[in-house]
């Protein structure tokens, strides 16, 4: 604690508030006090005196626990490398015609999980996510309503969502999803009639295809029976912010997955997801259903 101390008020006294802040990132998992990170201050308050880290509440004993958690998230990781794809045997690989992605049972699967609405564009829309009978199933309701906010800019509204959470690896690296032996989406869900829009998102480099989306259409029947849907994934188009793209691309298949509703009818809505799975269709041999061409062909 002292030698901490002394090197923080060091690196403060020369001079170096360039040294302190990365002083301060290198020790953030043995900090349990967010005001080191925070230079806001209230208009019309007094400066504190005291340096930002004499106000840190040092714990060792957090930021080694945090530290242990994610070499034993990278021993993991190693061992199912060494062992093949996807920590299977490469026989079993090679030979896997059906994989299972997400199933709901428990609260921890819906976890895994995060829903959203236009009430964050100031619509009025509601969206919930639940555990359905017997805990057999994930059930996501809510109420729709295209009433577009009274704000001048917005012109549109009425959708609510559902999508995974992005998987994170050890020590908070990216971690993608190895879909390569596969070309066909697979679901079992139970729908009330509405059409609904299965969404793969991108995680582009650059930032100005953030709202890169590749999507197709998902038609519930409605009534007490469940339906199985096989997409191929030849079928997904290309979107950005809700426009269809010219150049249209095949999808790469390691991105975060969702749902979307948003058919512009007020009213209620449900849909019932069993489970969400891989599967490999031999007879399907399509690649991409869509032209691909060159917008400016030279001459």
């Not at 001079?15 to 002083?23: F, S």
């Not at 308050?45 to 945090?66: I, R, Y």
Request: hydrophobic share 30%; aromatic share 14%.
């Amino acid at each position: 604690m002292a030698l901490t101390g002394m090197l923080l008020n060091g690196a403060s006294f020369h001079g170096g508030c360039r040294r302190h802040k990365v002083l301060l990132s290198l020790l953030g998992p043995f900090l349990s006090n967010s005001k080191l990170y925070s230079s806001y201050r209230r208009p019309g308050a007094e400066p504190e005196k005291k340096l930002s880290w004499q106000n840190a509440d040092f714990s060792f004993k957090k930021g080694f626990d945090h530290l242990k958690t994610q070499l034993s998230l990278l021993k993991k990781e190693t061992q199912d490398y060494l062992m093949g794809p996807g920590g299977h045997p490469l026989s079993q690989h090679l030979l896997e015609q059906t994989r299972v992605l997400w199933q709901f049972r428990s609260q921890e699967d819906l976890n895994g999980w995060v829903i959203s609405s236009d009430v964050e564009i100031g619509g009025k829309s509601k969206v919930y996510l639940k555990l359905g009978r017997n805990n057999q199933a994930a059930l996501l309701y809510g109420t729709l309503n295209t009433e577009v906010p009274r704000d001048g800019e917005t012109k549109y509204s009425g959708y609510c969502s559902m999508r995974s959470r992005p998987a994170v690896g050890s020590f908070n690296r990216k971690k993608y999803y190895d879909w390569s032996n596969f070309n066909t989406l697979y679901l079992r869900v139970r729908g009330d009639g509405r059409p609904w829009m299965v969404n793969i998102y991108t995680d582009p480099y650059f930032s100005h295809q953030k709202d890169d989306l590749y999507s197709y259409f998902m038609f519930t029947r409605g009534g007490p029976y469940w339906e199985e849907i096989k997409i191929p994934f030849s079928k997904f188009f290309l979107s950005s912010r809700g426009r269809v793209q010219d150049s249209q691309h095949p999808v790469w298949l390691d991105k975060t997955f969702g749902f979307t509703i948003g058919d512009k009818v007020d009213g209620p809505f449900q849909l019932e997801i069993d489970f969400i799975g891989l599967l490999k269709d031999r007879a399907h041999r399509e690649e991409f259903a869509y032209e691909i061409y060159d917008k400016n062909t030279p001459v």
